[in-house]
């Protein structure tokens, strides 16, 4: 029974988003231009990122072109399934697939990172089990 001031749903546990992390190799000899046109994204591109449910979205580039990007989202295949299916992400990778070394397919549907390790989470579990 919900404490006075509270209501069933507020007592809910908060589902966790799916962290999701992914690397790709930028092209040496492409890597001004890849920045170019991350500066700004397409307008229309980020608001498809967005209707997909991915969140709080980041890429990180390194000085020998690998690329490491993050975001979170409450479901990844259908936010995958989403892009697969978008006009809009499936002529924005047409066009920045000359940028990528391996890539087999869409980088936007490139496998994901294992995640290993996350601060909030371990933090929490280990204050659950020891009462702090």
Known sequence: MPRSG????????ELQPQRVCFTLRIRPDKLDEYLRRHTP???EMLEEIARSGRRNYSLFLAGDGLLVGYYETDDDEAARNYLAASEVATAWEADMA?????VDGRADQT????????LGD???ATRTQTGI
């Open 6 to 13: 509270e209501s069933e749903t507020s007592r809910m546990p």
């Open 41 to 43: 994204v397409r307008a």
């Open 111 to 118: 496998p994901p990172l294992t995640e290993i390790f996350n």
């Open 122 to 124: 371990q933090l929490q």
């Open 98 to 102: 000359e940028f990528f070394d391996h």
